[in-house]
């Protein structure tokens, strides 16, 4: 079992530039295949991007495709979510969660496939 702790959001203008962290308490944090989640007001939650357990697959959904950048280092049990050129509909609760059954070289975009989640951090982007 692991749990997630993210950090990091706040309060930024538009084309600005944020970055979130997520801390995983778990031994063999290597494990777990992570991914970022967003949910706003009134909507459901949604993929943003993935990592393998190596940090060696990537995968994005296409509205943060060249802005955000998603990395990890396995030595501090740490996952990161760099986002630039931030815009008003980047506004969002944003959630890490890790997926203990992935094979290794997988970056899973559906949220069924996450075992264990984080409480969320606000990110909000003033136009």
């Known amino acids: 079992q692991v749990q997630l702790v993210e950090s990091g959001g706040g309060l930024v203008q538009a084309g600005g530039s944020l970055r979130l962290s997520c801390a995983g308490s778990?031994?063999?944090?290597?494990?777990?295949?992570m991914g970022w989640f967003r949910q706003a007001p009134g909507k459901e939650r949604e993929f943003v991007a993935a990592?393998?357990?190596?940090?060696?697959?990537?995968d994005y959904a296409d509205s943060v495709k060249g802005r955000f950048t998603i990395s990890r280092d396995n030595t501090k049990n740490m996952v990161y979510l760099q986002m630039n050129s931030l815009k008003p509909e980047d506004t969002a609760v944003y959630y890490c969660?890790?997926?203990?059954?992935?094979?290794?070289?997988?970056?899973?975009?559906?949220?069924?496939?996450?075992?264990?989640w984080g409480q969320g951090t606000q990110v909000t982007v003033s136009s």
């Open positions: 969660a890790a997926d203990r059954t992935s094979s290794n070289y997988f970056a899973r975009r559906l949220q069924r496939d996450y075992d264990y």
């Open positions: 990592i393998s357990r190596s940090g060696g697959t990537t």
């Open positions: 778990a031994r063999s944090f290597s494990i777990y295949a």
